[in-house]
């Protein structure tokens, strides 16, 4: 059985992010702890997960991911921003222990122009010290990024670098496809590199997001599945690679009436993977 989930509110509480997951033909989910565009999250015990629990185990529900939020950036030249950036960070992956989680997805931020070698020390550092501070059953998840001019590991051999400096259980990583696509990589290859990079080990998720622009544009714009600019045989055979078959696959497109990924495009994932 394959996991295929998308990304949705969990107003009203967790378990609503399960129904509302279950509705649209999902067994797998992602959420995030708290708004993506603000610092504040409720205090950790106020988390209530009980009736979560009982409905992802009516459901058989898989893997549910936390996706942090957007104002983080572990290359910041800022020490402020830094220390906003990791507080909220161990604070999500104490939520992704709390909710038998299966890790949290994390934009890692940009290096504003200096360029990657003069950051990445100090982005290991960080996450390093997220890592050490966090529960042992939490992971962290580093996505890749769309080519946008500063962007943290838009290239693989990025994210390459930080596995082979960060040893640590608690590390992996997720693949964006809109996002590869942007920064000029090609469903049709990108498996290879993956494999030749040794990073299919470390792999847990897949986000499966069709892109509104060209290839190699640099433009991370999400669209739903079928009317992007990715052909469908790339998506499946990208997909259908042998090794993918037990890596979840997550939706965060914009639906069709643009609220959200919706039965109609889980039905399109579910078409491109049978």
Known sequence: MRYIGAHVSASGGLEKAVERAESIGCNSLQLFSGSPRVWKRKELAEVATDKMFSLRKQYNF???????????NL????????????????????????????????????????GWEAVREQVATNIQEILDDSPEDATFLIENSAGQKGKLCSELTEIKWLFETISSPKLGWCFDTCHAHAAGLSLQTV??????????????????????????????????LGQGNIAEADFKHFLNLPEMAEIPLILEVPGLEGKGPDAANIEILKSYVE
């Open 62 to 72: 898989g893997p549910v991911f936390t996706h942090s939020l957007y104002l983080v």
């Open 75 to 114: 290359a910041s030249p800022k020490p402020e921003l830094i220390q906003k950036s990791l507080r909220v960070l161990k604070y999500d992956m104490a939520f992704d222990s709390k909710i038998d989680g299966s890790g949290i997805v994390v934009h890692l931020g940009s290096h504003l122009g200096a």
């Open 191 to 224: 498996g290879d590199e993956i494999s030749e990079l040794g990073l299919l080990k470390d792999l847990r998720c897949v986000h499966v997001n069709d892109s509104r622009d060209d290839f190699a544009s640099g433009r991370d714009r999400h669209d739903n």
